[in-house]
């Protein structure tokens, strides 16, 4: 018995399987009993095989696992966004960067390992709306806080370089996301009022334009952001 339990816990396969069932679990039960803190000890759980998985598969360096490690990844930076959200220390990434917070930092890193993986294998997955009004929607949240880290620790032109190439990817899965070009625009117009310098002024308005445009997956937050973005372009053509 102990030999087949043992077995378990070194097939990835396997680690998989429960990491995917703890994950599905917690949410099931949230549903019904919204018990916030079952849920989080289920997410923990769900983490940690999704992580000894991943180790397992590093080690054994195969492609021949019939996993799909782009949802995997997916799922597991899943996991560490709601643990880092329930941290409450939102403020202390955008002052510290998201490495200042483990969960924040492996969300991140998951999430954008995901992603590289889904272009290197042309799946697809994150082209699905259902895919980008969820998953990319809380990659473009940590991508602001770091941005946010950025232009006060290295300056406004490092905060949009990073913002910069990250947009870029979205644009090339043809979406793009009202709150990343609006801190774009906002970044940009910062920009113009410490040099004066006319470039910046006018890409300040293609991103508060672009922002006006983007998909917003009837998210409360975008829509908000949408609706900042249309009245800080309106009060640039008032002058």
């Known amino acids: 018995m102990s030999d087949n339990v ?3 816990f070194e097939d ?3 680690l998989i399987f429960m990491a995917s069932t703890a994950h599905d679990t917690a949410w099931e039960n ?3 009993n919204e018990d916030k ?3 989080l000890n ?7 095989f999704y992580e000894s998985a991943f180790e397992k598969l590093d080690c054994e360096n195969t492609d021949d696992t019939p996993i799909n490690e782009v949802a995997c990844r997916a799922t597991l930076a899943d996991c560490h966004y709601h643990l880092w959200k329930n941290q409450n220390t939102e403020l202390k990434v955008e002052e510290h960067g998201v490495q200042s917070n483990s969960n924040a930092f492996r969300a991140l890193t998951e999430y954008e390992h995901a992603l590289l993986l889904d272009f290197q294998s042309g799946a697809g997955d994150f082209r699905r709306p259902e895919i980008q009004a ?3 929607l809380r990659l473009s949240e940590l991508w602001m806080k770091q941005s946010l880290y950025l232009s006060t620790a290295q300056g406004l032109s490092e905060a949009i370089h990073y913002l910069l190439i990250k947009v870029r990817i979205l644009l090339s899965l043809n979406t793009s996301f009202p709150n990343l070009c609006l801190m774009l625009g906002h970044y940009y117009l910062q920009q113009k009022d410490l040099t004066n310098n006319d470039d910046a002024l006018e890409n300040g308005k293609k991103w508060l334009m672009r922002a006006i445009h983007s998909n917003d997956y009837d998210d409360p937050k975008f829509l ?3 609706e900042l973005a249309r009245e800080y372009y309106s009060g640039l053509s008032a002058h």
Do not use: C, G, M
């Open 134 to 136: 969820q998953t990319l």
């Open 12 to 14: 990835p396969v396997h």
């Open 6 to 8: 043992e077995q378990i």
């Open 224 to 226: 908000h952001d949408k």
């Open 30 to 32: 949230y549903k019904s």
């Open 37 to 39: 803190k079952e849920l």
């Open 42 to 48: 289920n997410l923990d759980i769900a983490r940690i």
